[in-house]
């Protein structure tokens, strides 16, 4: 648990495809789901969808400014994000706090690079089904539809944290995303889901090495225990 920790930077080297197929495995058969009724699917992109993983990274900026930056054009976008990320770069050399705070947006704008892991994992919503395997052993057909926000994104949260434990275990950093929107006009399939809602996306999780030399901040105002934790 100490070791994970949410990253925007990831080395592009390939952890390979089984170590986490047997990730998502053990977590399968690991974090308990309520009445074993999956109503949630996780779609994997690996390293070879690289440039729909940039689509993706253009429509995380951080903050309000999605608001202005989603209506710019495709070309003055691109041209923001990558004189960022150029900036990002520059902090390998020059980690000082002065270069940091020069790196951390480019004309008001920074984005969640994480979704450029060599793997990212969307979690969404599906109605929840028992499978044919469930039916055959008695299952009842019940349903969990569209209308039910709680019980598949508790779920599907509990699995993802579960994984990035997992993934922690095999010595790869697992980083969440949930700052996005989703154009129309710049389609990706990874991103296609919210054409059902804005909450039919639980959360991105991006899976892979830990780009070590870039430098990174952890925000310290965090709560204290005292005020989440009373004893009764």
């Not at 070791?3 to 495995?25: A, C, M, T, V, Y």
């Not at 959360?203 to 780009?211: C, N, R």
Request: aromatic fraction near 12%.
């Amino acid at each position: 648990m100490e070791f994970r920790e949410n990253i925007h930077h990831f080395k592009q080297d390939d952890p390979g495809k089984d170590k986490i197929q047997q990730i998502l495995k053990d977590a399968h058969d690991l974090v308990p789901v309520k009445n074993n009724l999956v109503a949630y699917h996780i779609d994997v992109y690996g390293p070879q969808h690289a440039d729909e993983k940039k689509a993706v990274a253009l429509q995380t900026v951080t903050g309000y400014e999605k608001r202005e930056f989603k209506n710019l054009s495709l070309e003055e976008q691109e041209e923001i994000y990558a004189e960022w990320r150029r900036r990002r770069e520059s902090m390998r050399k020059d980690p000082s706090y002065e270069n940091r705070q020069r790196a951390a947006k480019y004309k008001g704008f920074a984005f969640n690079e994480q979704v450029t892991a060599p793997y990212l994992l969307v979690y969404y919503q599906k109605p929840g089904f028992p499978t044919e395997k469930q039916l055959t052993k008695g299952y009842k057909r019940l349903l969990i539809d569209y209308k039910d926000n709680k019980q598949w994104m508790i779920a599907a949260s509990m699995h993802g944290y579960g994984v990035t434990l997992l993934a922690a275990e095999q010595g790869l950093h697992a980083s969440f995303c949930k700052c996005y929107y989703h154009s129309d006009t710049q389609f990706t399939n990874i991103l296609a889901p919210l054409r059902k809602g804005w909450e039919n996306i639980a959360f991105l999780l991006g899976i892979g090495y830990k780009d070590g030399e870039m430098p990174y901040y952890k925000n310290p105002n965090v709560a204290d225990i005292e005020d989440i934790v009373t004893w009764k």
